[in-house]
Every structure is written in C-alpha cells, then in structure tokens.
C-alpha cells in the first residue's frame, strides 16, 4: 500500500503567518482524491524551542558551566561568543522562566504594539538561550534575514553537516520516518533553506531512493536558479506562486479549492489571521467565490503583500465590492506610486485598513521638488482618512545613489510624523536571474562578482553601479542610517526573526518629558529599586566580550579576535524590562544596597556623610528619572 505524499513545512518561518497558498495547493490535490498530508513543522518547532519544561531543563543543564565560569581565569578567542551568551541567558534567567507563556500568549491575542514588542523580546532571549549550545555558529535564528541562509550551496551544505552548528538537526531527525514514501519540502524564504537541506539530508540517510521534491513561492524569485538545478540530488524544484502551479504536477484534474484545510489556524502567533493574497490571484473567480462565504473571512483579513499599483489595488477593490465581500484588507505599494486624496478615499470605501509603503529613495534624473511634493500628498491622503501608513525603506536600489539616498533620509526624518511605524531597513540584493541581472545595464549595474559554481543558490552578488553603489559598503552605510530614523517609542525597525508587518497596531502618542525640567525629589519620597533591577556579580565584563564581536557577514567565514579575555569580576546591574547592564561603582552599589527595602529620601540621605550629600542627591535624581529607583508605588518618571 502506497503511503500518503508528505508536505513538510520547515522552520523557521514567523509563527504569525499562516501559509495560506500552502494550504490551498494541499486542499486543491485532495480535490482530485489523491492522499497527501501536510506537516506543520515550523510551529512544532517554535512549541519545542519555547516549551516552558524544556526551557527550564536548558537552563538546569547549563547550571554547571555558568559555575565553572567563576573559577575560570580566562576566555579563549574561540569561545568569547559563547560566554557573552551564557552570561546574557543567565541574568534574564528569572525574567525568561517567569514570563515565557505569557509573552506567547500576548503573541496570540493582543494588538497593543508595546504588549507585542515586549513579548517578542522575551521570545528573542529564549530563541537564543536554545541556540547557545550551537554557538559560535554564523545562522542567528533570532535575525529576520538569517544571513547564512542567504548565500551559497556551499555553505548551506555545510551548516547541515555540521553537528555543532545547526539547531535545527535534532528536532528534524525526530519527524523523519523510514517508510517509503514521496516527500515535498515546501519553501517560502530563504530562512528556511537551512531545514530544508537538513531535512533532505535526513531523509537520504533513512531511505536513499526516495523522492523527494522541494516546492514553493521562494523558487519562484530569489530561488529561481535552482529550478533547473536542483541541489542534494533531490527530483525536481517547483515554482509556485499560484495554487495551479502545484497541482499541475500532481493531478489532471486541474480544480482549485481554497482555504486552510486541516491546518490550526488558532494556534498561529496573531489575533487577527491574515490571508496573504498574491497579485496573481486577482483574477481568479475561485477565490473571491471562496471568500463571499462570511464563515471564511470571519476575523480574517487580506494582505497585498507583493508590491502592489494604485492600479492594481483599485482593480482588487472593486473584485471585492463586485463580490460583496466586506474584509479588512491591505497592500504593500510599490516606490514610485502616489495617493491623493479620492483614491485613498475611495479604498477605504472597500475596505482598506492599511498601507505598507516600500520607499527606495528617488532616481538619478527625477525632478526631486516633484517626488517630495506628491510623498507628502500621499501622506497627507491617509492622516486624513486615518489610513495607518507602514514604511519600509530600501538601500541600494541601483538607480539612485548614495548621495541622494542620504538626502532622502534627511527628508524622511524632517516629516517622521507622517510615518505610523518603520517596520523594515532592507538592503537591495542583486540575484541571478532578477531584472536587475539580466538588464543590469539598463539598471546602471557596471559590474558584477563572478559567478561561481558552487554558489548556485547565492542571493547576494557583490555589484558596482554607475551611480555610485559598491554592494560592499551596504552594512555599514545601513547601519548610520537606521538609527537617524528609529524612534524607539515607535518601535521601528525590529529586527528579529517575529518582526512581521503588525499592520493593526495603533502607537499611543508618547508623553513628552521635557529634558530641561528635572523633577525635585521630596524630603519623604519612598524610594525603593526597581522590581526590574538586580545586582549580579559576573566573573568576565560583558562589555569587554561584546566589544570582540565581529558582525556576520554574508559569504565570509566567521572571524574571532586573537586576545584572550581575563576574568574579571564585575558588579552590574541589570534591568530585565530593557536587557541592560550598567557597571555599579562602589558608589553607586553603596547607594543600591540602601535602596533594597523601601526607605524615604530623608532616611536615606542620613546613612551618609553630610559633606556627600550634594553628590548622593545627584545620583539618587539620575538613578530615579532612569527608572532605576522608583516610588515605593512603582511609578517612574520615565514611564
């Protein structure tokens, strides 16, 4: 008997997104009777990572070398990395152990951005307590990019071997059967090729004639140079970006039948389930007569999420009003797109709630007084009809330059009340087989890096510009941007692999503190620490060990610092709510160390020569306003 066909789902994609299309192409081959089934593993994955007793027995079974950390008297190049990471898990050890399960479930069900930020970064800290053991390694499963993911064959083939590097390998050896049957290994980005080369390697080691194919949206651009070479020896790669696509391959029966199947839509990390719709899709009467049915859209909503025309959004409009379908929706527009007035008006008529805006500066040659003038049109259309609008922000794109890029910048940041939120810093990559490669002149690309047999997978090429782009420098320069624009009341720019686009997250207007007016401190204030705050002795100083750091860089190995760390016992303060650590003087320890127990200024002050009181009144003002000693009420005034 012939075993069902296995569609697996690997990691590590967003637990908030549900992979509508997947789900479409497993019910569209069921329609024609053909046995399939599908595996979920991305969010086995993320239940097995962040399971609140396996949690705990990580941090038991490291319990031993955080001990031994305090007889050792010094830290080799080779392991700085790890040591930084065991110090950092072990100081939001109680905040982690604690809050874990709440955060999940804050993940699930609440739309406040501050709710939301704070538990994504409880999740960034138990992510990376379960990569510990795999360090040092180049794949950071807490990076939205997971760049080593993003380069060669070579390397790929490489982190999947590897036993020490990949955490991926012991939990995708556990839903990897013997039994003799056809496997399909469902690809949306490049985060997850790591699982997929690993899950491939798994399944060759149990059944080495089995077959197995990889399918997906992400062969259909980034991946495209692996359809017609496959890689591991695997049977074929389909590129699918529409449910035909899949089902040509599997049945003659060519009916398409939408929705999630089987699939737990209520487990998934969002309290609203976003249907990710694809441009291509528009003109298919199956979906808009999937959707018309109000059971399929309750608490649902529709996302563009491809860059999308004003054009295309209002042909989409009118698909649903012609249908009579009443969702919230929202697109993704593309750079050089504008709104006025009527259009967005017209939109949310239908039902538009929101729009991500891709912005990549303007083009060598545009009329640059036009460009700004039709921007702040756009924006000032969507304050108007309250229409949030969402940025992403491009570097490199290779008809602007750096000049006018930073320009740019400036411009953005002279209206940043324009913008809701800055969701995504992306950096431009040149791929084999995009427009950008095959009309690079057309593009003013000069030069690219030779291609290299090994890197049949690379995403991103090393390329010059006519306008003055050298790919090189992209990091650095992203990184002085970024932080002109962040604000961090906003919440922009998350970086972790949870930064989806929470395109229904409202920010309350920041109270302002005025920098000026210092507040007085009352003769009996009630001045206790910060429920937040704890003192720690570390036997190695985290700033030293954060300073020997080098940044990933895609396509390069990994390169460690040549000096060893000496021990050094350190006092440091750290303060969960923010992941900070401030090195304590014996001043300020002295200071602390009264401040444990609720007590009044008065009283406090009292415990120290009369000659230092000006000096402990300073300190006690800068240590309250930083939220470090707070009313016995727990009140700041920071918060």
């Known amino acids: 008997m ?15 997104e549900i992979p509508f299309l997947l789900t479409s192409c497993i019910s569209s081959v069921r329609a024609s009777h053909m046995e399939i089934e599908l595996v979920d593993a991305n969010l086995l994955f993320w239940n097995h990572m962040l399971d609140s007793h396996a949690v705990t027995k990580r941090y038991q079974h490291l319990e031993n070398e955080w001990n031994s950390l305090h007889t050792q008297n010094e830290i080799q190049a080779k392991d700085q990395e ?11 050890r109680e905040s982690v152990e604690k809050n874990l399960q709440e955060a999940i479930q804050t993940m699930k069900t609440k739309c406040d951005v501050r709710q ?36 060669s064959t070579e390397q790929l083939e490489k982190s999947v071997q590897d036993n020490k590097t990949n955490p991926f390998k012991p939990f995708l050896e556990s839903i990897v059967e013997q039994e003799e049957r056809e496997w399909i290994i469902w690809v949306e980005s490049d985060q997850q090729l790591v699982s997929a080369y690993t899950l491939t390697d798994f399944i060759r080691e149990k059944n080495k004639d089995a077959r197995i194919s990889w399918a997906g949206p992400f062969f259909s651009d980034f991946g ?23 089902i040509q391959h599997r049945s003659s029966k060519q009916t398409i039948s939408w929705g999630f199947g089987e699939l737990e839509a209520d487990e998934y990390w969002t309290p609203y389930l976003d249907i990710r719709v694809q441009k291509n899709w528009m003109h298919e009467d199956s979906l808009f007569s ?18 999308t025309t004003v054009e295309e959004a209002l042909y989409f409009g009118e698909c649903l009003e012609k249908s009579h379908i009443k969702v919230p929706w929202g697109i993704y527009l593309k750079f050089d797109q504008s709104l006025n007035e009527d259009e967005v008006r017209w939109l949310k008529s239908r039902g538009l709630t929101w729009i991500h805006w891709e912005l990549k500066g303007w083009l060598v040659g545009d009329r640059v007084d036009q460009i700004k003038q039709k921007m702040l049109q756009s924006w000032s259309a969507c304050r108007s009809e309250q229409i949030p609008m969402y940025h992403s922000v491009v570097l490199g794109y290779p008809l602007t330059s750096p000049e006018g890029f930073t320009e740019f910048i400036s411009f953005l940041k002279e209206h940043s009340e324009c913008t809701t939120r800055y969701i995504r810093f992306k950096i431009f990559r040149l791929y084999e087989g995009s427009h950008f490669w095959n009309e690079s002149k057309d593009y003013g690309i000069k030069w690219i890096a030779e291609k290299k047999p090994e890197k049949d997978i690379q995403r991103s090429y090393h390329f010059l510009t006519e306008t003055g782009w050298d790919s090189e420098r992209f990091l650095p320069f992203a990184s002085s941007l970024v932080g002109e624009l962040q604000q961090k009341e906003r919440y922009d720019f998350p970086r972790d692999v ?14 302002l503190v005025d920098p000026e007016a210092d507040p007085v401190l009352k003769e009996d204030l009630q001045l206790s620490l910060s429920p937040s705050c704890k003192m720690y002795t570390l036997p190695y100083s985290l700033s030293e060990l954060e300073k020997n750091m080098h940044p990933t860089v895609p396509g390069q190995e990994k390169e460690y610092p040549f000096e060893v760390i000496l021990r050094k016992d350190t006092r440091v303060l750290y303060d969960c709510k923010k992941d900070s650590c401030m090195v304590i003087s014996p001043a300020i320890g002295a200071v602390l160390a009264q401040c444990k127990n609720s007590i009044t200024l008065r009283d406090l002050l009292k415990k120290f020569p009369e000659k230092q009181e000006a000096s402990v009144r300073k300190l006690l003002l800068k240590l309250y306003t930083g939220g470090i000693l707070v009313e016995e009420t727990g009140a700041t005034i920071s918060s």
């Open 82 to 92: 790890y040591v930084r990471g065991l110090l950092r898990a072990f100081l939001r």
């Open 116 to 151: 939301r930020e704070e538990a994504r970064n409880l999740i960034r800290y138990a992510i990376e307590l379960f990569q510990l053991p795999f360090l040092p390694t180049q794949l950071a499963m807490n990076d939205v990019n997971l760049l080593y993911s993003t380069e």
């Open 290 to 307: 999937w959707l018309s049915d109000s059971k399929h859209i309750e608490n649902k909503r529709l996302y563009l999420y491809e860059p």
């Open 224 to 246: 495209k140079n692996v359809v017609n070479h496959p890689p591991m020896n695997i049977n074929q790669v389909i590129a699918v970006r529409h449910p035909q696509d899949f």
């Open 2 to 16: 012939t075993l069902p066909i296995k569609v697996i789902y690997p990691p590590l994609k967003d637990p908030s």
């Open 498 to 511: 949870l930064a989806v686009d929470d395109t229904e997250l409202f920010n309350e207007t920041p109270r």
